[in-house]
T-cell receptor, first 112, second 116 residues
Framework: SQKIEQNSEALNIQEGKTATLTCNYTNYSPAYLQWYRQDPGRGPVFLLLIRENEKEKRKERLKVTFDTTLKQSLFHITASQPADSATYLCALGDHNTDKLIFGTGTRLQVFP | SQTIHQWPATLVQPVGSPLSLECTVEGTSNPNLYWYRQAAGRGLQLLFYSVGIGQISSEVPQNLSASRPQDRQFILSSKKLLLSDSGFYLC???????????????FGQGTRLTVV
């Protein structure tokens, strides 16, 4: 069956360190992968999109990698800040449809 | 600029009652529209998506239905709510660019539904 898995346990890191979140998928051949941030009680907010033929994408302190062989994406936040504390979701886009399927999300807590 | 409106923000409904959640988008044409449900502490479950008026794809067989009577209006309904229908419902839109992948999805503020 198709699965998109993110670490369900919260990730706790110290301010200034790099946070790395993982998104693994099985039985998918995504055309692209997206990362979103969600704060409690709010809808997700788009952060980055990476296509299947791209290895890495950067935006300010954010970096996303996409390995279609490993079926994995890594999401990095460098120089993390307490304001980065939130739940981060990955989402896969299909080749043939307009579906957007989300992972379970990982909660990140950055402490001073 | 584009905006998405979703209402109500919170809703408490008794078991067996009907449901109607509405979502409208402004500032764009022919968007893809989505309904998701999020259980507490969980990820987003895709319920329905639509690529055009009257075109609805259902992802999970359940007690809910969706309709798209107008280009920028998406409605989630139920004839009889179950306790398990409780959750955080999110509407979203995106615009596929010709010849390329779907763009990012923009979400509404969500509806917190509690079935009692």
């Amino acid at each position: 069956s198709q699965k998109i898995e993110q670490n369900s346990e919260a990730l706790n890191i110290q301010e200034g360190k790099t946070a790395t979140l993982t998104c693994n998928y099985t039985n998918y051949s995504p055309a692209y992968l997206q990362w979103y941030r969600q704060d409690p009680g709010r809808g997700p907010v788009f952060l980055l999109l990476i296509r299947e033929n791209e290895k890495e994408k950067r935006k300010e302190r954010l970096k996303v990698t996409f390995d279609t062989t490993l079926k994995q994406s890594l999401f990095h936040i460098t120089a993390s800040q307490p304001a980065d504390s939130a739940t981060y979701l990955c989402a896969l886009g299909d080749h043939n449809t307009d579906k957007l399927i989300f992972g379970t999300g990982t909660r990140l807590q950055v402490f001073p | 600029s584009q905006t998405i409106h979703q209402w109500p923000a919170t809703l408490v409904q008794p078991v067996g009652s009907p449901l109607s959640l509405e979502c409208t988008v402004e500032g764009t044409s022919n968007p893809n529209l989505y309904w998701y449900r999020q259980a507490a502490g969980r990820g987003l479950q895709l319920l329905f998506y639509s690529v055009g008026i009257g075109q609805i794809s259902s992802e999970v067989p359940q007690n809910l239905s969706a309709s798209r009577p107008q280009d920028r209006q998406f409605i989630l309904s139920s004839k009889k709510l179950l306790l398990s229908d409780s959750g955080f419902y999110l509407c979203a839109w995106s615009v596929p660019l010709p010849g390329t992948v779907n763009t990012e999805a923009f979400f509404g503020q969500g509806t917190r539904l509690t079935v009692v």
